[in-house]
């Protein structure tokens, strides 16, 4: 513990808020009010619970997979925003599906890397899947952790929200970056009280099922 190794370290969690664009609103009501989104080529099917919950979990940080197993980048303001946010700040960058690592790479370009030793010896930024960053790794070389996207788990947060920690500063900060009442905001007040969000919370916060549950 902190308190054996003879320093106190604490974390602070920031929450930014930043403005999701049109499209992105509108896709999730169509999904909400229909449980599908329909093109000549494919669906994006969410005629379930769990499945709404995924894909406006997916959409909200610009990415989405399709009926089909097709994933696609639908939009890069959330990236973007991070990128001239931080604006010459080293930092370390949580994202949780796959297909997000390919638009944070677009967006941040050489400024970017996914190897920890590069890292450790330079001052690109770094970008890790969420649930191996909330193992065993050190962060400290950055100056802030941020959380592009994160799991429905609230250990898996917790965990990787203090890969910040080291006895070298005494305040450590983590920034979660969400678009104000959307899904991600319902999701973060819940695991970062170090809980699971599951189905039944889920349909607490978006009572309005019918289509969906019928």
Do not use: W
């Not at 930092?91 to 941040?108: C, D, G, T």
């Amino acid at each position: 513990t902190q308190e054996q190794a003879g320093f106190e370290s604490k974390i602070k969690e920031n929450v930014i808020y930043y403005q999701e664009t049109p499209r992105i609103t509108k896709l999730k009501e169509q999904l909400l009010a229909n449980g599908i989104i329909k093109s000549k080529t494919d669906n994006i099917l969410a005629d379930t619970p769990a499945g709404l919950m995924t894909k406006l979990h997916q959409m909200e940080s610009g990415t989405v997979i399709t009926e089909r197993g097709a994933s696609y980048i639908l939009d890069k303001s959330k990236a973007i925003f991070i990128r001239n946010y931080f604006k010459g700040k080293k930092i370390a960058i949580f994202y949780y599906y796959q297909k997000e690592l390919e638009l944070l790479k677009e967006v941040f370009g050489e400024t970017l890397t996914t190897n920890f030793n590069e890292f450790v010896t330079t001052n690109k930024n770094f970008c890790i899947q969420q649930k191996t960053g909330s193992e065993a790794i050190s962060l400290k070389e950055a100056d802030a952790l941020v959380y592009y996207s994160f799991g429905f788990s609230g250990k898996d947060f917790v965990q990787g929200r203090n890969r910040m920690t080291t006895k070298e500063r005494a305040e450590n900060n983590v920034y979660i970056i969400l678009c104000k009442g959307g899904f991600n905001e319902k999701l973060y007040k819940v695991v970062s009280q170090k809980k699971r969000y599951n189905e039944a919370i889920f349909n607490k916060d978006y009572e309005r099922r019918a289509k969906i549950t019928k």
